[in-house]
């Protein structure tokens, strides 16, 4: 009662090739992730954040508590916004709309977005956030934090640590993060936005 649950994938782990390949998937969520859940569920243990849902635990806790909640919750979020791999893939409606409000055009965002993530020193996450008046922003953020923890509400995100990219681009990370477009399930993110 009370312990968290390593995700299930809303994919096979292979429907996200070429962009994210199978052994990636396998190492990022079957162990990178099942191994921040894991170590969640033992610091919990006696803890008064026991029974907390994610969000408030990454908002309350510090040190390692906070590191693997933040890993889980931003992960969780990253693999449920991924869908097979399609070109010319973009945002519609609403979102659509803010995007071209708050950064000119969709092809603007995607350039300040990715640039975000390639300039990231080193290990973390670029997000795409609302703030509480619905204003879109980039942010970069270290480790294992995320935009909650600034007062914003997350919609896209991409994961900067090498291991969410290292097989499969080795040391090419602003060519993963370009690849990235092709898988995006915009639906999620307009879901979220709303």
């Given at each position: 009662m009370g312990k968290f649950e390593l995700m299930?994938?809303?994919?096979?782990?292979?429907?996200?090739?070429?962009?994210?390949?199978?052994?990636?998937?396998?190492?990022?969520?079957?162990?990178?992730?099942?191994?921040?859940?894991?170590?969640?569920?033992?610091?919990?243990?006696?803890?008064?954040?026991?029974?907390?849902?994610?969000?408030?635990?990454v908002l309350k806790a510090d040190g390692g508590m906070l590191n693997n909640a933040g890993q889980i919750l931003n992960h969780n979020l990253y693999f449920e916004q991924y869908r097979a791999p399609k070109t010319d893939n973009a945002p519609t409606g609403k979102l659509a709309d803010a995007i071209a409000r708050d950064?000119?055009?969709?092809?603007?965002?995607?350039?300040?977005?990715?640039?975000?993530?390639?300039?990231?020193?080193?290990?973390?996450?670029?997000?795409?956030?609302?703030?509480?008046?619905?204003?879109?922003?980039?942010?970069?953020?270290?480790?294992?934090?995320?935009?909650?923890?600034?007062?914003?509400?997350?919609?896209?995100?991409?994961?900067v640590w090498e291991h969410a990219y290292y097989l499969d681009y080795q040391n090419r990370r602003p060519d993963h993060l370009a690849s990235l477009w092709q898988i995006i399930d915009w639906q999620v993110i307009e879901n979220r936005f709303e």
């Open positions: 299930a994938l809303p994919y096979a782990l292979d429907a996200l090739e070429p962009v994210i390949s199978k052994q990636t998937l396998e190492f990022h969520h079957g162990k990178h992730l099942a191994g921040y859940v894991n170590n969640l569920n033992g610091l919990l243990e006696g803890s008064p954040l026991a029974g907390l849902p994610l969000e408030e635990i950064f000119g055009s969709f092809e603007a965002f995607k350039e300040a977005f990715q640039k975000a993530g390639a300039t990231l020193f080193g290990s973390g996450w670029v997000w795409l956030s609302a703030d509480k008046d619905g204003k879109l922003v980039i942010t970069q953020e270290t480790n294992a934090a995320n935009p909650i923890q600034k007062g914003l509400k997350p919609l896209l995100t991409f994961d």
